[in-house]
């Protein structure tokens, strides 16, 4: 009873891993992981300014100044 129950349990496993590896051999697989990661990625890479800060950026480019994105101040 024990051996067949560990057989097909090892069957399954098989089938499983089978299965898996045919599916992430296909391009199609990752390139819908692929977006499904950038889609939730989106709104921690698209983080807007404060508006105070988008207010003087906006200032600097009008002025013709260039905006230092990393110490948050125009440039000149």
Known sequence: MM????????VVL???????FMVARSPTF??????????SMIPILM?????E???EWRDCI??????????KKCKR
């Open 30 to 39: 990752w390139f819908g992981v692929g977006q499904e990661i950038i889609k």
């Open 62 to 71: 009008r002025r013709g100044g260039e905006w230092d994105h990393i110490r």
């Open 53 to 55: 800060k988008e207010q």
């Open 14 to 20: 098989l089938g499983l891993f089978a299965g898996g």
């Open 3 to 10: 051996t067949t129950d560990a057989a097909l349990f090892a």
């Open 47 to 51: 983080k807007r300014m404060p508006p």
